[in-house]
């Protein structure tokens, strides 16, 4: 059993949920309490999120992680 680990970051808008919402439907869960920050080089509220999955098959460094 491999423990997969994904950030999940995004602008503070509703894409920021829908990624979440995306990669939990995928059966990853959540891992830890989200994070909020403001970007300064973008001027914009940052959101981010850890998420974690259990699969079946070996880590691999060359996986896509979001199509686990």
């Not at 680990?5 to 808008?13: A, N, V």
């Not at 981010?48 to 199509?67: C, H, N, R």
Request: aromatic share 10%; proline share 3%; hydrophobic share 30%.
């Amino acid at each position: 059993m491999t423990k997969l680990y994904r950030l999940l970051t995004e602008d503070d808008t509703s894409a920021f949920c829908h990624k979440v919402s995306d990669a939990l439907s995928k059966g990853w869960e959540l891992y830890g309490t989200p994070t909020y920050a403001f970007d300064h080089a973008n001027g914009v509220m940052r959101c981010g999120q850890a998420v974690t999955k259990d699969i079946s098959a070996d880590y691999d460094p060359d996986m896509k992680l979001g199509q686990q």
